[in-house]
């Protein structure tokens, strides 16, 4: 565990020490956050935004090698067979 002493600027600011900052793999522009508890502050990389996908967006996604099956094909009502399930 590393610590280091900082002072926070005229304009609010603090620096984090490269040598924390590498440890932590901090690159420019990592989005932090930052959160106040009974003893201060605690800070932390803020967890990636999950995506929401568009069904247009899945399109192509599941791939059919086959022969074409055509729109009736599709449509067909589906026979079981009891003895299967």
């Known amino acids: ?8 600027s005229s304009k609010g600011q603090v620096v984090i020490p490269k040598d924390i900052r590498d440890s932590l793999h901090w ?23 999950k995506k929401k996908l568009s069904a247009k967006s899945l399109r192509g996604f599941l791939q ?3 022969e074409p099956v055509s729109t009736k094909q599709l ?3 589906v026979e079981y067979d009891n003895d299967r399930f």
């Open 75 to 77: 449509c067909k009502p």
């Open 27 to 49: 690159g420019v522009g990592v989005e932090l956050v930052l959160l106040t508890t009974e003893h201060g502050i605690m800070l932390s990389t803020k967890p990636p935004e």
């Open 64 to 66: 059919h090698t086959g």
């Open 1 to 8: 565990m590393l610590a280091a002493t900082v002072k926070l």
